[in-house]
């Protein structure tokens, strides 16, 4: 009689066909998880494909709106770890006149100003721990103490690279009242390494266009240095300023034109911040 009645409840169930289920909440993580391949793999079923693409979207980097930082790498072609430029500058404050120098910069904070003069070529180095100046290929002097002005000078140089801001800062927006005439957007950049703060401007491109942060002047103490880039060009894959006009504070220094630069060198290494003659040449057109 139980085999019987079992087996005409069967015959019943199938005639009647499938019945619908009460509808039931996941009531686990496990449970939850399990729910989105299923709809995913049917979506004419209407789950809400949209959605839980979006919200994966947005878990992503990738998708995630990119901090102005990155932003402005991005646009400029990518990182600059290194380069090495020749410039003329046209001076108007310290010592007027027609200069002509170079410049060498390696991540986070390798230093080389190479000053040629009637007698000959200055160099003055640091190499993360030390400042060291030499004249006619002799050294002449040694600084290790953190206000030696050419530390402020590879700061200023580190900080307008870009890189070593995102290795080692504390960004925040600048505010837009805080911007100046042809600036689209800022930031405020806190190097905890040195406690020196500092300003960046960016246009609507996302290229550089303004800085302004401390910078020690030899035997006048310590002012603030504003630069302004344009005259942008592509070398290397990177968009970089040609021309950088120089002010400490409302008084203008000076006008830098690059005539050669290289950027990104793999022969540009730590060691060619100890010895003037391991600065490599930057050779480029």
Do not use: K
């Not at 046209?90 to 027609?98: I, L, N, R, Y």
């Not at 002799?138 to 600084?143: H, I, N, S, T, Y």
Request: net charge positive; charged share 20%.
């Amino acid at each position: 009689m139980a085999g019987a009645a079992s087996g005409s409840a069967a015959r019943d169930a199938v005639a009647r066909g499938p019945q619908p289920q009460a509808a039931r909440s996941p009531s686990t993580a496990s449970d939850r998880i399990r729910v989105i391949p299923s709809r995913l793999e049917h979506p004419t079923r209407g789950a809400p494909v949209t959605a839980i693409l979006l919200a994966a979207c947005m878990l992503a980097t990738g998708c995630a709106p990119r901090p102005l930082l990155d932003r402005a790498i991005r646009a400029r072609g990518g990182p600059l770890r290194s380069f090495v430029r020749t410039a003329e500058a046209q001076v108007e404050a310290g010592f007027p006149g027609t200069w002509r120098w170079r410049m060498a910069f390696l991540v986070p904070d390798r230093y080389a100003w190479s000053i040629t003069t009637m007698a000959g070529v200055d160099h003055y180095l640091f190499d993360g721990t030390a400042v060291r100046a030499f004249v006619g290929g002799r050294e002449l002097a040694r600084d290790t103490s953190r206000g030696a002005p050419l530390r402020t000078q590879a700061a200023f140089v580190a900080v307008t690279s870009l890189d070593a801001v995102r290795a080692g800062g504390v960004v925040t927006p600048l505010p837009a009242g805080a911007l100046p005439p042809g600036v689209a957007a800022g930031l405020a950049v806190a190097m905890p390494a040195t406690g020196a703060t500092y300003r960046l401007g960016f246009d609507d491109r996302l290229l550089l266009v303004w800085a302004t942060g401390p910078f020690d002047v030899p035997q006048a103490g310590r002012a603030e240095l504003t630069a302004r880039y344009d005259d942008y060009r592509r070398v290397g894959g990177l968009w970089l300023p040609f021309r950088v006009t120089y002010a400490l504070g409302p008084r203008r220094l000076a006008v830098e034109r690059t005539l050669r630069l290289c950027p990104n060198d793999p022969a540009v290494t730590p060691a060619s911040f100890e010895r003037p003659e391991r600065l490599p040449a930057c050779e480029a057109p």
